[in-house]
């Protein structure tokens, strides 16, 4: 039986506790014993790290000490797998650099609706209707194999990143008159980092449980958990 370590907290708006628990049974199910932490001290804890296969992480912003940061690292480098979607995996610890680098992206800005489709204050206005792209020279691999392009109503990503990722799935943000950008710009919305002996999985759809249950997005997540685990 593999172990599987939960860790989970930080912004309260991206439901750590409700969107974990959407893949907890999936876990189990999966053969995993699962580990449940609400506290980013078992990253420092080299005794429960080297025996974690797998860390799912939904921890929105927050602060990540030098020691749990240099703890989840190690691991990821001796073959442990990190994996999380949306602001969980690519907004966290925005002042930790070396989290940045394993990671390899950040979140940047979800662009509103257009100015005269906005409510004030209305959580809402960041709902854009969008389309998650599967990248073709990629479509084999096992995360997306048999899917296609798939659109979503919810927040779109846009992420700043390097080259080193595989992406597997992209998103395209357009370019608008009430818009600072003069062009459309293409982020990566799914992708894996082979980091030392682990792997890294990352998805940006997911801000809110309704999202994680689209089927397309549950079923890339659920393999990418199975993908990036020892």
């Not at 489709?117 to 479509?139: D, F, K, M, S, T």
Request: with cysteine; glycine share 10%.
């Amino acid at each position: 039986m593999r172990n599987a370590l939960v860790v989970r907290g930080g912004w309260s708006g991206h439901a750590p506790v409700e969107s974990t628990g959407l893949f907890l049974p999936f876990l189990r199910d999966a053969g995993f014993e699962v580990r449940v932490s609400e506290s980013l001290d078992v990253y420092a804890d080299a005794d429960a790290m080297a025996g974690t296969d797998l860390v799912v992480q939904c921890w929105t912003m927050g602060e990540i000490g030098a020691d749990e940061l240099a703890g989840l690292t190690a691991a990821v480098r001796a073959g442990t797998g990190f994996a999380g979607w949306h602001g969980g995996i690519v907004d966290a610890f925005r002042s930790g650099s070396d989290y940045l680098h394993l990671v390899g992206g950040q979140f940047a800005t979800h662009p509103s609706r257009p100015a005269d489709e906005c409510v004030a204050g209305a959580q809402e206005n960041n709902y854009l209707r969008h389309r998650i792209e599967i990248v073709p020279e990629r479509a084999d691999h096992p995360i997306v194999d048999g899917l296609a392009d798939f659109e979503l109503e919810t927040e779109q990503y846009w992420v700043l990143t390097d080259g080193y990722s595989d992406v597997l799935a992209t998103t395209t943000h357009p370019a608008r008159p009430d818009q600072p950008w003069h062009r459309p710009v293409t982020c990566p919305a799914v992708w894996t980092r082979e980091w030392g002996a682990g792997r890294v999985f990352v998805a940006t759809p997911g801000h809110q449980p309704d999202v994680l249950a689209d089927p397309n997005v549950r079923t890339i997540v659920e393999r990418g958990l199975l993908w990036a685990a020892r």
